[in-house]
């Protein structure tokens, strides 16, 4: 066997082997051979088929076989043995022959192959300068306002006589203006809650009291989209005026006020699926869950902070042609070059070649426990427990390489960000929600380079 490496340039190269009779000829004889004990061929005793019919009816296909294994094997075994760290495959140059495997003419094959090399650079991971992070401040005024929501929800409607206020729940009666500008006779029924309504209901019903009527375009009044109005609210098949406005009488039928007084444990409970004892202890656990909350999107901004520091901390190109090129050997459907695919598909690159880096020098590693635990927590967000049969869908994810590579290096980064984070130096900036899911937004696009997503915080 003959084997000549060329390095092309720093992330390119291409290696040729040429596997000579001498190297293939006892295998494939070997593999007739097993292969002949196994066939039950008409006119011949179990295991006694002549070599000669062997060839003729499974020669090609064995000889093929045994090449390419016997190939797969040498050349990875090569690049192991001269430590040669490559992406992806090697892939067979545009500009190989195809072969001809004959087995009544055995010969020397020769096979080239592009290989995509990985970059040599000394991994930094170490941050000499804090990193400045984002964290939520406490706001009492949202958990009060929580608190009045909960009220709404959880508590009783009281009727009302009087005037409507902003926050009521308005019983309405609609009636179809017809050409002599009268309603219809079979008016529908519903019901409008001024805390939610998107349209000029929340601004045109307070004030007025049970009996008032106006009339109104429905699209404009409720602010819903037209076609879910036809169906939901008015109950009708088809739009029945499509190029007109659904001019519609509105008459005020009732009055409800949501409760505004404290909700008693009794109240709580019976919606939380827990024990509550009042609404203080509502209130305390509303803290707790805004804690948590907080605290998960905090250390989920810690890891993009680190992601992005760690990529500028560690700048090095890798041979995105090849990648590109080996991806679109195993799909059907192509990545473009300079598409959002390809542009997604070298970001992950890079990021899995640093994670195994750190991962090398740190001496971290990843075991079964880790990658399970990435199942098991893809599993409880994707998979409804009620309907399905768990152990025959873990059965099939485990059976999936594709599934299984992407939970292992879901783990992979887990355990590197568990080694970094508190290492890590963070400088903390108190803001509010709003302007912490702004700083994360804007850190997200820039780490995933949405280059081309316009958009304002105004």
């Known amino acids: 066997m003959k084997i000549d490496f060329n390095r092309v340039d720093d992330l390119n190269a291409r290696i040729s082997i040429v596997l000579e009779q001498a190297d293939y000829k006892p295998k494939l004889d070997e593999n007739l051979k097993n292969y002949s004990k196994k066939l039950n061929l008409k006119g011949f005793r179990a295991g006694k088929t002549p070599k000669n019919v062997l060839t003729k009816m499974y020669g090609k296909g064995m000889l093929e076989e045994t090449v390419n294994t016997m190939l797969n094997e040498r050349l990875f075994k090569y690049l192991e043995d001269e430590k040669i760290d490559i992406f992806g495959s090697p892939v067979l140059t545009a500009d190989a022959e195809r072969i001809d495997f004959n087995p009544k003419a055995l010969a020397d094959y020769a096979f080239e192959f592009d290989l995509g090399l990985k970059p040599s650079f000394e991994v930094k991971y170490h941050f000499d300068e804090p990193l400045e992070i984002a964290t939520v401040e406490g706001n009492p005024d949202a958990l009060d306002e929580d608190i009045q ?63 008032y009527i106006l009339e109104a375009d429905l699209e404009q009044f409720f602010g819903y989209d037209r076609k879910g109005l036809i169906k939901n609210t008015l109950g009708l098949e088809e739009d029945p005026s499509p190029d007109q406005p659904l001019n519609y009488k509105v008459e005020i039928t009732s009055i409800a006020r949501p409760q505004s007084t404290e909700l008693s444990g009794e109240q709580i409970s019976k919606y939380v699926g827990q024990q509550v004892e009042d609404e203080q202890g509502l209130r305390r656990m509303l803290e707790a869950r805004e804690r948590n909350t907080n605290l998960t999107r905090t250390n989920d901004l810690k890891k993009l902070t680190v992601r992005k520091a760690l990529l500028d901390a560690n700048p090095f190109e890798i041979p995105e042609e090849f990648l590109l090129k080996w991806v679109n050997t195993q799909r059907e459907k192509q990545i473009e070059p300079g598409s959002r695919d390809a542009k997604n598909l070298f970001r992950e690159a890079k990021w899995s070649l640093l994670l195994n880096r750190i991962m090398t020098d740190a001496g971290l590693e990843v075991t079964d426990k880790d990658i399970q635990k990435q199942v098991t927590r893809w599993v409880m967000e994707n998979v409804n427990y009620t309907q399905t049969d768990i152990r025959k869908v873990m059965k099939e994810l485990y059976s999936n390489e594709y599934f299984m590579s992407t939970m292992k290096e879901n783990a992979i980064e887990d355990v590197v960000f568990g080694h970094i984070l508190p290492e890590v130096n963070f400088v903390e900036r108190e803001v509010s929600a709003k302007e912490f899911e702004e700083v994360f937004h804007d850190l997200h696009h820039e780490v995933f380079d949405h280059e081309d997503h316009a958009h304002s915080h105004a």
Not at 164 to 188: A, F, M, T, W, Y
Not at 196 to 210: F, M, N, W, Y
Request: proline share 5%; no cysteine.
């Open 149 to 211: 929501r909960y009220r709404r929800i959880f508590g009783d409607e009281v009727p009302v006589e009087g005037a409507i206020e902003k926050h009521d729940r308005v019983g309405i009666k609609l009636s179809r203006i017809g050409d002599d500008g009268q309603g219809s006779n079979d008016p529908i029924e519903t019901v409008i809650d001024l805390d939610r309504i998107k349209g000029q209901a929340s601004t045109d019903l307070p004030g007025h009291e049970v009996g």
